[in-house]
Each structure stands twice: as structure tokens, then as C-alpha cells.
């Protein structure tokens, strides 16, 4: 028996997509396996535990997929208050949407966590009998912990001890996305007390080579493997309305069943993207049949008369959702949709028209610093005209947008802030994007950029030099490895400029702010 398990805290609106596509690849094959959200288990006994009277009340408005997000609002700010007091009072590592998140992010050591696994905090305790209870009722031979982001990471540990000190002779995986982009460099032997294997990219073969003994290399992997949710309770999930913005609200209401359009960046050549691992560039697309048989058996899974699904790629190709829309129209098959695309040419008014009839929603996409030098510069592909064409298009056919916005790009200057922020402001005025979030860059080390800094501008400590070339100074106690820092000369002061766009942002969202000029945002922070 194979256990696949995810730790807390990650999404509790819907299932995060790892242990059901794993289970629905692995079970394909004839393997037995079973899956366990341990995310929002643990999320739901922390509330009821420290929660009042209202809690259990609260719980079951959130969790009625049938009321409309506006009977959700008052349950959902008690939620809130309640996580906010649960930090304050009894953990404060505490999040709902992440947990101890710090020990995470850039720990080029594993002493601070290990040092944190000593202790037990009261999500550590509920964790842990969590972890029991499945492990009596599955009785595994193998256990995968998927650790998608860092505030998952302490969480992963936990039950990785847990399952030794309960079942010794189990085989412990560890996987997912921060294993995939953090711990690339990993040669700390003692994350072996806790994992038997630490498995990159997707998985699906490198199981197979685990558990066939097969070289992954020879291991056929489909172009699209249909997840199974078999095993996990979609009635636990609850919606957490937390902004009046339709699209922004995507995130956390809706129980979004998620699966892969296609494996892989059909573009993977941006310059601050993770273009040299396999989750990028390794593209791959199914047909357009595969793609809807998959949602009809996922709806028929689930139950669901109008399924909701979340494509979890990293851009959507233009060429195969045009045929996947044209085969859900032929085949009648109502649903709603949404995922990430490129703002490029391909999406004209004509494929944005046919999405909406095949029950696209919405769709979101990277904008980055919206001025045509910086877009150059990374290589992004796209221009400020071609964007604003397609995100006519989706106007114009009632489907929603977001937008991922960059600041403090190499080279990037004050002025071009401003330009973008213009940019972004007139979007907004015009209905071409309803939601929309201001990231700062940040530099990794599975870049272009990090590969050859000088062209950027910028540059990287000798040590962190060392490092991307894979000559690290600690070896036998590198951890986690991603995110480097480096020098600009001359760079604008990012911490006041990030404040301004992402206060004008707030605004914008919210319908307000847009007959103000630029320079009020940026002297609203000085």
C-alpha cells in the first residue's frame, strides 16, 4: 500500500493537485494507493478546538458549496480573527494558508529546522495524531509527503518523524514543488533520518523506477494523467470569501478540481523563469480528446452536475485550448474553467469567444513590469500592444482576468514603476483586467539570469557565484538552495516603490483611485 499525503497548511477552499494526480498515475498501474489532505484535517480540528460556539456554525456555512459568497463573508472574517488570535496566543508560527513559513524560505541550513522539530506546538500535536489514525487505518508499506511550498516544509518533517517513530519500517518519500526548485543541491545526510528518498520533478517516474527497480529515463509517461480524488472528502473544503473581487476570489472559494492541459511551458524562455528544470521545459501536449475524457471522469468521480476545474499549467497553449473548447461543445458537456495562459497573439477574439461558450471563466497571466524594454529584456515574448489585444478579446467575451505584475526587475527604474503602474491603471479603468498582484523579482538559482548576471546588470556574491555553478562551500551541509540575492548599483529604493504600486493596486481593485495621478501613490508612502 502506497500513502500519499499532504501536509498542512495549503489550500482549504479545494485539494492541492499533487497526491491526485500521483494517485490516479500510480493506481493506472496497478499499484494500490491510498491519499490524505492532512491540510485541511488539521485546519478544521485547530478551529474547532480553540474556536467558540460559533466555530462549528461557521465551519458548516463555509463548507455548503450551494450558498452564495456573500451568506460566507461574516464566517469567513471570524475565521480570520480566530487564526489571527490562535498566532497570538498559542502558536505563532500559525497560518492557515502557511505554517512556520520562515523556516522555508532561503534555509541554507537544516539545523533550524531540526531545531524547530523538538518542539510541539498544538498544530504539531493535532499533526501527529493525524498521523497515526491513517497510518491504522492504511497500514502503508511506502508513505510520499508532497512539500509544494515552504510553509509546508516543517509540516513534512513532522510527519516524516511521526511515521518513523510509529511504523520504523515504512519507506518515506519526500516530493513536490519546494522539493523541486529548493533542494536541488541537497547533500545534507541528515535529511536521511527522516526521508528514505527525496524525488524530483513529477514524480510519476521516479516512482515507477522506485518501485520497478526500471530506469526512469525508460519509464513512458502519458502527455496527461487523470487524477484521482478518491479518498479525499471534498464535503470538508470551505470557501473563504475574503474580497468582494469575483476573480480574485478564485483562489479560495470553489472546490476547483485540478489537472494539467498540458505537461510543461510550450514558451520556457523566460529569463527569471526555472527554464532548466523539467517541470518548465519539458513540454508536451496530450489530445484535446484525452483532455475532456479526463473531465468527464473526474465529474462523474466527484459527482458533480456543473464540475469546476483549475488547469494547473504553467500557460495554457493557445492551439490545443482551441481544440479542447471545440470537442467540450461537441460533446455538449457543461462545466466552468479557468488557468494560466501567455498574453499573446494567438488569443484573438474569435478563440477568447469559443473559450466562453466552453465554459472558460476566467484566465490569468503574467503582465511582469508592463513596459516593452523590460519585456525585451526577459524575454518574455509579448508586448504591451499584443497584451492589450488579447485582454480585449477576453473583455470582450465576459471572461475575467488577472494579472501577475513585477517590480524591482534588473535594470528597472523608478520611471518605468510609474509607466507600468499608468499602464496597469488604464486596464483596470477599461473592464481589460479585474484582478491583479504586484510581486517584487526575485532572483533564483535555475535562471537564465543567475546564469549570466552581468547582462542583467547585477551581480552575485562570490559565494552564491560558487553555488550556481554547483561548487557550493558547504558541501555535506547544503539544504535548500533557490532564491540567491545579488548587487545592483544604483538600484531605487524597491521597498518604497513596492508600497506604492501595491497601494494604488489595492485601490484599483476595489473600483477607486483612478482619476488620481501616478505621483499620488508613490507620495502617499514617503
Known amino acids: 500500500m502506497i500513502l500519499l499525503l499532504t501536509p498542512p497548511f495549503v489550500q482549504l477552499n479545494t485539494p492541492y493537485p499533487a497526491t491526485p494526480s500521483l494517485v490516479g498515475f500510480l493506481s493506472q498501474r496497478g499499484y494500490k494507493c491510498a491519499q490524505r489532505d492532512l491540510s485541511i484535517e488539521v485546519a478544521l480540528e485547530m478551529l474547532r478546538t480553540y474556536g467558540d460556539d460559533f466555530a462549528d456554525e461557521a465551519i458548516e456555512i463555509l463548507q455548503n458549496p450551494?450558498?452564495?459568497?456573500?451568506?460566507?463573508?461574516?464566517?469567513?472574517?471570524?475565521?480570520?480573527?480566530?487564526?489571527?488570535w490562535i498566532r497570538d496566543n498559542v502558536d505563532p508560527d500559525f497560518g492557515f494558508s502557511r505554517y512556520a513559513e520562515h523556516l522555508g524560505v532561503a534555509v541554507p541550513d537544516f539545523g533550524l529546522v531540526l531545531r524547530r522539530l523538538r518542539k510541539r506546538s498544538a498544530v504539531d500535536r493535532i499533526l501527529e495524531a493525524k498521523v497515526e489514525e491513517v497510518l491504522r487505518e492504511t497500514r502503508p508499506d511506502m508513505v510520499g509527503v508532497a512539500c509544494p511550498f515552504p510553509g509546508t516544509l516543517l509540516g513534512s518533517f513532522r510527519i516524516a518523524k511521526t511515521v518513523r517513530r510509529l511504523a520504523p519500517d515504512v519507506c518515506l518519500i519526500l516530493g513536490g514543488g519546494y522539493v523541486n526548485t529548493e533542494l536541488r543541491s541537497l547533500d545534507d545526510k541528515r535529511v536521511g533520518r527522516f526521508f528514505d528518498v527525496v524525488m524530483y520533478d513529477e514524480g510519476y517516474a521516479p516512482w515507477i523506477e522506485l518501485l520497478e527497480g526500471t530506469d526512469e529515463k525508460e519509464v513512458p509517461v502519458?502527455?496527461?494523467?487523470?487524477?484521482?480524488?478518491?479518498?479525499l472528502d471534498l464535503s470538508l473544503y470551505m470557501d473563504l470569501p475574503e474580497t468582494e473581487n469575483p476573480m480574485h476570489r478564485l483562489w479560495s472559494t470553489g472546490r476547483w478540481l485540478k489537472l494539467q492541459m498540458a505537461r510543461g511551458c510550450y514558451w520556457h524562455k523566460c529569463a527569471f523563469c526555472d527554464v532548466t528544470l523539467d517541470y518548465i521545459k519539458s513540454f508536451e501536449m496530450p489530445s484535446a480528446a484525452s483532455v475532456v475524457d479526463a473531465m468527464q471522469a473526474l465529474a462523474a468521480e466527484t459527482g458533480s452536475d456543473v464540475p469546476s476545474f483549475h488547469f494547473t499549467d504553467e500557460a495554457m497553449p493557445p492551439a490545443l485550448i482551441a481544440r479542447v473548447c471545440r470537442e467540450i461543445v461537441k460533446r455538449k458537456f457543461r462545466c466552468r474553467w479557468w488557468g494560466n495562459i501567455r498574453f499573446d497573439t494567438a488569443f484573438t477574439p474569435q478563440l477568447a469567444r469559443l473559450m466562453a461558450r466552453a465554459g472558460c471563466i476566467a484566465v490569468s497571466g503574467g503582465l511582469e513590469c508592463a513596459v516593452d524594454r523590460l519585456l525585451a529584456l526577459m524575454n518574455k515574448g509579448i508586448t504591451l500592444a499584443s497584451a492589450r489585444a488579447a485582454l480585449t478579446a477576453f473583455r470582450d467575451a465576459g471572461i475575467m482576468v488577472h494579472a501577475y505584475l513585477m517590480y524591482a526587475f534588473p535594470t528597472e527604474t523608478e520611471r518605468e514603476a510609474r509607466a507600468a503602474l499608468s499602464h496597469v491603471r488604464r486596464f483596470f479603468k477599461e473592464g481589460l483586467v479585474q484582478s491583479a498582484f504586484f510581486h517584487r523579482f526575485a532572483l533564483t538559482v535555475h535562471s537564465p539570469i543567475a546564469k549570466d548576471p552581468a547582462r542583467f546588470g547585477i551581480r552575485l556574491a562570490p559565494s552564491v557565484r560558487a553555488s550556481v555553478a554547483?561548487?557550493?562551500?558547504?558541501?555535506?551541509?547544503?539544504?535548500?538552495?533557490?532564491e540567491i540575492p545579488y548587487e545592483e548599483p544604483n538600484a531605487p529604493d524597491w521597498n518604497r516603490i513596492g508600497k506604492a504600486l501595491k497601494l494604488a493596486l489595492y485601490n484599483f481593485m476595489r473600483g477607486t483611485g483612478f482619476s488620481k495621478p501616478i505621483s499620488f501613490w508613490f507620495k502617499s508612502v514617503e
Not at 450558498?67 to 480573527?81: F, N, S
Not at 554547483?470 to 533557490?482: E, I, P, Q, V
Open 66 to 84: 450551494h450558498l452564495p459568497p456573500e451568506a460566507k463573508v461574516r464566517p469567513t472574517a471570524y475565521i480570520d480573527e480566530l487564526a489571527l
Open 222 to 231: 502519458p502527455a496527461l494523467v487523470k487524477p484521482s480524488y478518491e479518498g
Open 470 to 482: 554547483g561548487r557550493s562551500r558547504s558541501r555535506g551541509r547544503t539544504f535548500a538552495l533557490n
